[in-house]
């Protein structure tokens, strides 16, 4: 397959591409080296993208949904805005990158790189991120609605005023996490850390509001 004169195969050297706005819905780019192509608007809606290079990638506003990003690296990736819902991450490496109000509902990101990752606004409801990174990952305004975050990091992540409604926190790391007034309520804090974690005005998850300061040991 051809498009815009780039020719759109598995291992396809697409450095720096201009694929901006390109249909490129189930298209086979597994290995693809994508590495600062500008895919802002593009359709990747299915698109078999493991193990591809998107490091630095413009992708903003992309149709990413369904799509299969296994493995991928995207770093540094400007993903604000994109349409990830139902996509597979797993592995990914998105350390770095920008998905600010993407939609990642329903994605799969059990043991993706996320450090220090901008996910400002974003939504995450009913996402796996099972052994995730999420480092000093920002997460203001987040919306984790039913996340299984199990034995995730989210050491020194900022998600104040996040929605962590019914999410599944069970051996979070959540040491030095600023949760400001996020809302925990129903949540699984099951064997959770919480040392040094900021809970002022949180919605403890049987509905107490916290008052509080950080937690000490």
Request: charged share 20%.
């Given at each position: 397959m051809e498009v815009n004169g780039y020719k759109i195969e598995p291992d396809a050297d697409l450095r720096g591409a201009d694929l901006e706005g390109a249909n490129l819905t189930h298209a086979k780019l597994s290995g693809a080296d994508l590495e600062g192509a500008n895919l802002s608007e593009a359709d990747l809606t299915d698109a078999d993208l493991t193990d591809a290079d998107l490091t630095d990638?413009?992708?903003?506003?992309?149709?990413?949904?369904?799509?299969?990003?296994r493995g991928a690296l995207l770093a540094g990736a400007k993903l604000s805005h994109a349409d990830l819902e139902g996509a597979n991450l797993t592995h990914a490496k998105l350390s770095?990158?920008?998905?600010?109000?993407?939609?990642?509902?329903?994605?799969?990101?059990?043991?993706?790189?996320?450090?220090?990752?901008?996910?400002?606004?974003?939504?995450?409801?009913?996402?796996?991120?099972?052994?995730?990174n999420l480092r000093k990952t920002n997460l203001f305004c987040a919306r984790l609605r039913k996340t299984n975050l199990f034995c995730a990091n989210l050491s020194?992540?900022?998600l104040r005023?996040?929605?962590?409604?019914?999410?599944?926190?069970?051996?979070?790391?959540?040491?030095d996490a600023d949760l400001t007034d996020a809302d925990l309520t129903s949540a699984n804090l099951t064997d959770a850390n919480l040392e040094g974690a900021d809970l002022s005005g949180v919605i403890m998850p049987d509905g107490a509001i916290m008052p509080g300061d950080?937690?000490?040991e």
């Open positions: 990638a413009n992708l903003r506003k992309t149709n990413l949904s369904g799509a299969n990003l770095g990158a920008k998905l600010s109000g993407a939609d990642l509902e329903g994605a799969n990101l059990s043991e993706a790189d996320l450090t220090d990752a901008d996910l400002t606004d974003a939504d995450l409801s009913g996402a796996d991120l099972t052994d995730a020194g992540a900022y005023d996040a929605n962590l409604f019914c999410a599944n926190l069970w051996s979070v790391n959540l040491t950080a937690i000490d």
